[in-house]
């Protein structure tokens, strides 16, 4: 979290960090400025020392909203750089930046670069930044950032935020199921008051539009997914498909704070008025691993690579093929049991095949637990998925309590 | 357009393109694939040659709706990289980026690189990759950049797309409209049926709805802003302000397509009931200005600068400050005429302080045109803003229309 941030630099020997690019949907910037509305700013940190915010004079209200120490762009008179520059804007921007490092301090020692950009811009301000500070090395992270690693455990008012979008994704869930119990079968499928059977665009377009009603965002959209096409872990629906008794349906959710802050996720599996037989069972399985895993393997410091292991031995155990068994397979249980939430949709820890020794269940990590099992050719899928919270005692805390249950009762 | 891409890259002396990052919410891959769902993709072109994109295998069906030419990545086995990298995650990543390149035979020559992503993967990446590729120089453009440039006029379907976000933009308004029709006034404000005062947060929120109904997203936000709030061009309102009667609002909408596609940039001024005497001063200025600027300056090939110079001449004319007479003001006219619009809400070419002399209204541009007038002491502003295009055979088209009137008539 926030507070180990000069350790972790100390650990990668990183003597300062850099961070660019807007403040909203921009991961590491809102980390630092809190989802103000910023256009474009510049971070920079020393460790050891508070972080320096340069802002547009325009923006002066929102940057003074960060309570951080904060610089105004205005002193630095682009046009005397461009002068220095020999009217060269690409120049007089990388001397710019030159200036803003040598003003807190920055012309050696290692610094670490990060942010969301235009990668034209970033590689060109940096590479000639770098040959004019041929004491500072600029340092790019390809792989789990010190930043993203800070951002993998939690403080109290992160997990407010996150509980927030919980409480919010429960109830657009529940919305939903109601939605679809207000309207009556015909002929195995859902229909409106016309009689024209409801598609899964419809429904889609009211979840988007509860999402706003209760003011958080979807940018990523969501997955609602019926018959094969729940089958499919990556399918996100069929726009024009109806509502069709009996199938089983993949409802997973992942609303973002509006301004691009905190996520939540989350995965109903639905049967309309009644499951098939294969359905019943597929979900029993999956129920099974889910209520298996919770109570018995997910615990403080369990590793995410044992995690993923005993999802496998219990799908397997139960007679499903896994991507354990095979890496190729399309049916079975075929992703991971999980992933760390906040920011970024998917954060670290990994809970899956990707996990390393350094992916495990620490106090602090929020993570959702997510066993599914996928059967395309039958036409099915199953996943259930609940975001958890490591507290600093230990204690495990679903963010947001929704029930369970597969079937929601259709009148004929 | 697409069509002066060899051309434009034969001019900045490129020998081939490499855009990264995800196809939505990334303008420079949006060009090329048209929104389909990507998480991570890379396209690369060579000059003279058709685009190949390389697209995660779980995404197959999605990079196929492109249509273009493109390869697996599972092409390109990881383990065997990061074997070949001695167990080095970032070093396999950039070993990936080699062999791709060298499968689309270029090892030389002169590529620039595009598109939205995270700063440290970038510059980790392509710094390895320079220095892996002598022979070929890797180039990040930091201002108008050669893709922005591609991008400044507009073919007839991206047009299409334009308009449709116009029809979308219009709905919403009139609906905006309509919905303070429907309150009455109490005590100089707004008041719902409950007799309470109705809020711009309300306000915002319902066009937040209505966006996400007609099918778009606004992932900028909108603009709703009332008394002094409308007299700071940058203020996008605050969500407590009662409506009052007689003051102006400033109602600047700029949606977006799902999935982060072309948008539509639209403002009218409204007072709710009637106008205070120097509100209706204000309005019949700008609009005056705004009727002279589009029926005798606003023609093909007009130059960006003369267009703002002629906008400062009219005010000024009127008796107003501008920037132009001083930089630093900020009463009057206080930004620049308009802006290219397309992927991004603000392209070229520029139609303000910042224009060059590329910056001219060139067949096939998309342009806004938006003067506007700002008063903050005096707790008020003005902007009237449509989107034109201009016609391959040089005639201006609104793209969607809506009238220009100032008062929203409301019942006592």
Redesign the interface.
């Given at each position: 979290m926030k507070s180990d941030l000069d350790a972790l630099m100390e650990t990668k020997d990183l003597d300062a960090i850099l961070v660019?690019?807007p403040a909203q949907?921009n991961p590491d910037m809102f980390y630092f400025t809190g989802g103000i509305?910023l256009t474009q700013g510049t971070l920079i940190k020393k460790r050891g020392e508070e972080p320096v915010l340069f802002y547009s004079p325009?923006?002066r209200d929102e940057a003074a909203k960060t309570g951080l120490k904060s610089i105004s762009s205005a002193e630095y008179n682009f046009q005397e750089f461009l002068k220095e520059a020999g009217g060269d804007?690409?120049q007089a921007?990388?001397l710019i930046y030159k200036k803003k490092l040598e003003d807190v301090s920055i012309t050696s020692g290692r610094m670490?670069?990060?942010?969301?950009?235009?990668?034209?811009?970033?590689?060109?301000?940096?590479?000639a930044l770098q040959k004019l500070l041929p004491e500072l090395e600029?340092?790019?992270?390809?792989?789990y950032?010190m930043l993203l690693e800070a951002r993998t455990t939690k403080d109290t008012e992160e997990v407010e935020h996150i509980r927030a979008m919980g409480q919010i994704t429960v109830e657009v869930v529940g919305r939903t199921a109601d939605f679809l119990k207000s309207h009556k079968a015909k002929d195995g499928v859902l229909v409106k008051e016309e009689g024209q059977a409801l598609t899964v665009g419809e429904v889609k377009?009211k979840i988007?539009?509860w999402i706003?009603?209760l003011?958080a965002?979807n940018?990523h959209?969501t997955i609602f997914a019926i018959g094969r096409d729940a089958g499919v872990p990556?399918s996100?629906g069929t726009p024009e498909d109806y509502l069709r008794l009996g199938e089983t349906i993949v409802f997973d959710i992942f609303i973002q704070e509006k301004?691009g802050g905190y996520h939540y996720d989350f995965t109903r599996t639905w049967c309309l008025g009644h499951a098939t037989e294969q359905a019943q069972a597929l979900y029993d399985d999956v129920l099974a691993v889910y209520r298996q895993i919770m109570d018995q393997e997910v615990k403080v410091n369990a590793p995410g690579k044992l995690l993923q292991a005993r999802t496998n031995d219990l799908f397997e155990e139960l007679g499903h093929p896994t991507s354990r068994t095979d890496p190729k397979t399309q049916e079975g249980y075929v992703h991971g049991l999980g992933h760390g939430l906040g920011l970024d949709v998917h954060e670290r820890p990994a809970l899956g095949a990707t996990a390393t020794d350094k992916d495990i269940l620490r106090q602090g990590v929020v993570v959702t637990i997510e066993p599914g099992l996928y059967y395309p050719e039958r036409g099915m899928g199953c996943r259930l998925e609940d975001t958890i919270y490591v507290q600093p005692d230990g204690k495990i805390e679903i963010l947001a309590d929704y029930p369970l249950d597969l079937i929601i009762p259709i009148e004929d």
């Open positions: 660019t690019g949907h509305h325009m923006e804007v690409s921007t990388v670490g670069i990060y942010g969301m950009r235009d990668v034209g811009i970033v590689f060109g301000i940096f590479t600029i340092v790019g992270e390809v792989s950032s377009r988007d539009m706003v009603e003011g965002e940018p959209g990556h996100v301004g």
